[in-house]
């Protein structure tokens, strides 16, 4: 079992749409979770940290935290074409500097 | 400013060369990273840097030598470098157990 997984995708939604992304982690000390937005030939921007359980909300963006359940999840309303690129969640436990990053869901929208 | 620069943006070297790869922030960050990645995976971590000291090494090949300067520089010293070692090579900097903010990266091909 991997650290972190993602569904690879492509994850295809129409404009306007909500795009739904998930992602697992196996480490229940896992403290920190972030996602990271990648166009392709580009480095990782971040989009979201998450450090609590429930909603974090930043503008279209929504993260949500279930530590129980070992889940994070990342909604993107109002899908628009530029929102098109991989999406990456990591994850780091209570010490230490290093991340653990999923594989990563592409997400293609449509116009 | 949460601005990870990197130089050069791209980088061809021969298996016989030696360069180096620069990363600079000005955020007062005090742990700086460096990792790979290949077409299609996530990035993969290969040092850790914190407080100008290493204190992660995953296990990289001596062909890639990591330098410190100070805390606001991070060096790559790259020398007889194989063709798999081709790939994006990106820096990120975070305070210790923090958001990591990530450089352009470097394209390096090695020939």
């Known amino acids: 079992q991997k650290e972190v997984e993602q569904n690879s995708g492509p994850l295809s939604v129409p404009e306007g749409a909500i795009a739904s992304l998930n992602c697992t982690y196996s480490?229940?000390?896992?403290?920190?979770f972030f996602w990271y937005r990648q166009y392709s030939g580009k480095s990782p921007e971040l989009i979201m940290s998450?450090?609590?359980?429930g909603d974090k909300e930043d503008g279209r963006f929504t993260a949500q935290l279930n530590k129980a359940s070992q889940y994070v999840s990342l909604l993107i309303r109002d899908s628009q074409p530029s929102d098109s690129a991989t999406y990456l969640c990591a994850v780091r436990k209570a010490a230490g500097n290093k991340l653990t990053f999923g594989g990563g869901t592409r997400v293609l929208v449509k116009p | 400013d949460t601005e990870v620069t990197q130089t050069p943006k791209h980088l061809v070297m021969g298996m016989t060369n030696k360069k180096s790869l620069k990363c600079e922030q000005h955020?007062?960050?005090?742990?700086m990273y460096w990792y790979k990645q290949k077409a299609k995976k996530p990035p993969e971590l290969m040092f850790v840097y914190s407080y100008e000291k290493l204190s992660i090494n995953e296990s990289v090949p001596s062909r890639f030598s990591p330098e410190c300067p100070n805390s606001s520089l991070l060096n790559l010293h790259l020398h007889a470098l194989q063709p798999e070692d081709s790939a994006l090579y990106l820096c990120?900097?975070?305070?210790?157990?923090?958001?990591?903010?990530f450089g352009p990266g470097t394209r390096l091909t090695v020939l």
């Open positions: 990120a900097s975070s305070q210790p157990t923090d958001t990591q903010y």
């Open positions: 998450i450090y609590s359980n």
């Open positions: 480490d229940r000390v896992s403290q920190s």
């Open positions: 955020m007062g960050h005090r742990a």
